[in-house]
């Protein structure tokens, strides 16, 4: 059975710093792209990080280019997301995926295996 479990979230002042860990279990999925989303309740999911199977290529959503950096352990089935100069727009429920190819892929659609989620919470 296929788990995705991140962890690192919390609750930091804006300026701060959170770095995320999602660990991927049941399988190995080196070679296959993996993103992190983000949800506020009443808005859509909304894309902020790939890393390609090979970990060579990124891609960052506009809103957190600069400030967040996605990296990943492929011998860890792991990846993370580290967080810097957090603002309160950033609070959200953080997910990561697996997604159904090696390249990097920013639609939901595009990820086949999610997890539960880790909160972070910025205070202004």
């Known amino acids: 059975q296929v788990q995705l479990v991140e962890s690192g979230g919390g609750l930091v002042q804006a300026g701060g710093s959170l770095r995320l860990s999602c660990t991927a279990s049941g399988r190995t999925f080196s070679g296959y792209t993996m993103g992190w989303f983000r949800q506020v309740p009443g808005k859509e999911r909304e894309f902020v990080a790939t890393?390609?199977?090979?970990?060579?290529?990124?891609s960052y959503a506009d809103s957190v280019k600069g400030r967040f950096t996605i990296s990943r352990d492929n011998a860890k089935n792991t990846v993370y997301l580290e967080l810097n100069r957090l603002k309160p727009d950033d609070a959200a429920l953080y997910y990561c995926a697996v997604g159904n190819t090696g390249r990097v892929v920013v639609r939901p659609t595009e990820y086949d295996y999610w997890g539960q989620g880790t909160q972070v919470t910025v205070s202004s």
């Open positions: 890393i390609s199977g090979s970990g060579s290529w990124t």
